[in-house]
Nanobody, 124 residues
């Protein structure tokens, strides 16, 4: 397993950008695909986006496609989730997670390591 630490959450107005980051202190992401999930109160954890570190290939949930972008920062050894034009319905705790699955997966159970989560609140 890999220790993951998210940062960058907070309060943002609808339409305003917000950037989340995920770091793995002392480790690299090279053999992993990294996923972003979110969980709103009373709802199940849902897939948001994923990026494969080696190739940079990305995959998005339909609900965020065109608004969110996942990327990697080689220099900082982080993966990022750029939330452009967030909406109030994007309010949730956001988690990054790691999987060694070869193909992209949206199932939380396929991810072996999780961060502690960071709260994102989008005001209208």
């Amino acid at each position: 397993q890999v220790q993951l630490v998210e940062s960058g959450g907070g309060l943002v107005q609808a339409g305003g950008p917000l950037r989340l980051s995920c770091a793995a202190p002392g480790r690299t992401f090279s053999s992993y695909a990294m996923g972003w999930f979110r969980q709103a109160p009373g709802k199940e954890r849902e897939f948001v986006a994923a990026i494969r570190w080696n190739s940079g290939r990305t995959y998005y949930a339909d609900s965020v496609k065109g608004r969110f972008t996942s990327s990697r920062d080689d220099a900082k050894n982080t993966v990022n989730l750029q939330m452009n034009t967030p909406k109030p319905e994007d309010t949730a705790v956001y988690y990054c997670a790691a999987t060694k699955r070869v193909v992209f997966t949206t199932a939380p159970g396929e991810y072996c390591s999780w961060g502690q989560g960071t709260q994102v609140t989008v005001s209208s």
